[in-house]
């Protein structure tokens, strides 16, 4: 029965803010990799963000 009603989601529960080779965990590397650089002075914050975004385009 549980099955039958995962099933019934599948298109529903799709998370359409992730395309193409964009996956939500690395996502969450990029962003830990961006804090991690900032909170240890190794580059600024908008640099790391701007690094991040362009690691997840690739």
């Known amino acids: 029965m549980a099955a039958n009603v995962a ?3 599948v ?3 799709f998370d359409s803010a992730f395309v193409g080779r964009v996956t ?3 996502a969450r590397r ?3 990799l961006a804090f991690e650089a900032d909170m240890q002075e190794l580059e ?3 640099e790391a963000i701007n690094r991040m975004l ?3 385009r690739q």
């Open 30 to 32: 990029e962003a830990g």
């Open 24 to 26: 939500s965990s690395g």
């Open 44 to 46: 600024p914050l908008k």
């Open 7 to 9: 099933f019934t989601q």
């Open 11 to 13: 298109n529903v529960s």
């Open 54 to 56: 362009n690691q997840l």
